[in-house]
Every structure is written in C-alpha cells, then in structure tokens.
C-alpha cells in the first residue's frame, strides 16, 4: 500500500499547536523554500493559538496531513475580514521532506478545494521561488497560474531569488 493512502487530511485544532509547531520546526531545517530561517520560527504556544484563533475567524483554515498521529504536511489558506477580498485565500503549503512525493500535497488541495467551495472562497493565491520546480509542478498540477513575477523578492544564500505570483479561480 502507497503511503500517501495512508494519510488523513484534519484542520487543525487549537489542542494541536504544540505538536504543529514542531514539525514547523522540523520543516523549517529540511527546506530553504519555506520563508522562515528555522531562527526566526515563534515557538510561544499561546501567542501562536491567539494567531490560530483569529486566523479561523477570520474565515481561514489550517489543514494538517497525519500519518499514525504524526503531522506530515500541512495547508494553510489565510482571508482577510475586508469585505471587498474576503473571497480570496491566500495559501501556504509544506510537507516533510520523507514524505514528498506520495500524494500527500494532491490530497491537501483536494480537501482544500472543499473547502474552498464550502466558505464561498472564489479565489486561491500563493507565491513560490521560480526555483522550487517541484512545488510549481504541484501548483500547476492543481489548477494554479503563473500571474506574474515577483523580482527580487526573497534574499537567501548572498543572492536574491524571485517568486512566482499565482492564482486558481474555483
């Protein structure tokens, strides 16, 4: 049996953040694609289950890919209260590197897509390095367009690195 057949797709309840912290963690070390330096990561469980809170608030979703209890991946899809944008969600995704490529991302859009269409969100965006092909590929795969670029956009390594506007229309 596929590992990813495995995985169970949950929000993420507010009980959970100590948990999803570390594996934030843990992803933050196995990636330069994620954009916090593993330094720069907050690890104050109160302060991030207020942010957690008002993101769900607000409209938003954390969704969690879990393997045997373990968090594997995750989704994020944040919305802003404005009335005017508050149909547009914009995405963060990540998954552990042992665990990439068994459809754990393809089963985090598909909940994501429900969810999308349940909270009458018409519009999903999110931003990857033109570096990260795997991601784009994965994007792509899912429904997402390059809109634009942004130049300059992430400095790492001595260097700067651009990013990749994109967006889904559900």
């Known amino acids: 049996m596929e590992e990813g057949s495995l995985t169970q797709i949950n929000k993420l309840k507010i009980g959970d953040v100590a948990k999803f912290l570390e ?3 843990q992803l933050d070390l196995e990636t330069n694609f994620m954009l ?4 720069e990561r907050q690890t104050v469980i109160p302060k991030f289950e207020q942010q957690l809170q008002n993101m769900y608030q607000d409209g938003g979703t954390v969704l969690i890919a879990q393997q045997q209890q373990q968090i594997v991946g995750y989704l994020s899809a944040e919305r802003s209260p404005l009335k005017k944008i508050h149909h547009v969600a914009y995405l963060v995704i990540g998954v ?8 754990i991302g393809k089963k ?3 909940a994501l897509n429900s969810w999308a269409q349940t909270n009458q969100v018409s519009r ?8 990260n092909y795997p991601a ?3 994007y792509q ?3 997402f367009k390059i809109e634009g670029i942004k130049q ?5 390594n001595d260097h700067y690195v651009a990013e990749y506007y994109m967006g889904k229309i559900i």
């Open 136 to 138: 784009l590929h994965l």
């Open 23 to 25: 594996f934030q963690q």
């Open 36 to 39: 916090l330096y593993p330094e």
């Open 124 to 131: 999903l965006e999110l931003t990857v390095m033109v570096n």
């Open 152 to 156: 300059n956009s992430i400095y790492q």
């Open 96 to 103: 552990r590197k042992k665990f990439r490529h068994q459809g």
């Open 108 to 110: 985090l859009f598909t």
């Open 141 to 143: 795969q899912n429904g």
